[in-house]
């Protein structure tokens, strides 16, 4: 598996990528059709820790094509066990099955779509050689920080892990200290209600 055998999806593709650079335990939630477990398999080919689950025991919660057969008690139960152990991800990633334009673009590319591996790599492996990046906040970022807290209802745990990937996001991007941008995108990589 490679990072261009990826077919859209780039959030999840560099969501991979924040977590090889960071060493950040990663999780993919898509259905059976989706690229979860490949997104899963090279984050493992980068050594890191990551799962792929399904939104639901049937896997089709949310796919447009087919129906979610389980029944309300059973995804709820289902989605107790995947967010029970979510402590345990810094990145969690929700991951669609691209629409059939998309796919015969990517077929029609070669199979291939985004940069390629080598490229990927090689910045992953500066921004693990780069210091430190300084975790002081400045004003925009307390901002974004308090609202996520707020409509996420976000544990300190959670706000320190926050805090650690957008400083992975920060020396993958070169920079020496936070910005708004690194802390928005590491608030993304935390799960929304289903």
């Known amino acids: 598996m490679k990072f261009t055998d990826v077919c859209g999806n780039e959030h999840a593709r560099r ?13 993919f939630i898509g259905a059976f059709e989706s690229q979860a477990g490949d997104l899963c398999a090279l984050a493992r080919k980068l050594s890191v820790k990551s799962r792929a689950v399904t939104p639901c025991p049937c ?22 066990q995947v967010f029970g152990a979510e402590r345990e991800f810094d990145i969690t990633v929700e991951v669609s099955i691209p629409h059939a334009d998309r796919i015969v ?18 910045r992953v492996r500066k921004a693990q050689a780069a210091p430190a990046v300084s975790l002081q906040l400045d004003a925009t970022c307390l901002s974004l920080l308090k609202k ?6 976000l544990s300190p745990t959670q706000v320190k892990g926050i805090t650690r990937v ?4 920060a020396r993958l991007s070169g920079s020496d200290r936070l910005g708004a941008a690194h802390v928005a995108e590491a608030i993304q990589y935390r799960r929304k209600a289903w």
């Not at 057969?69 to 139960?77: D, L």
């Not at 673009?105 to 090689?122: C, F, K, L, Q, T």
């Open 148 to 153: 996520a807290i707020a409509q996420l209802a």
């Open 105 to 122: 673009r990517w077929m029609n590319s070669g199979y291939a779509e985004g940069e390629p591996d080598e490229i990927v790599v090689e």
């Open 15 to 27: 969501a991979v990528e924040v977590a090889a650079a960071g060493d950040h335990p990663v999780q």
């Open 166 to 169: 957008a400083a992975t996001i």
């Open 59 to 80: 896997g089709h919660f949310g796919d447009p094509t087919r129906e979610c057969t389980c029944e309300t008690q059973m995804i709820a139960r289902h989605r107790r």
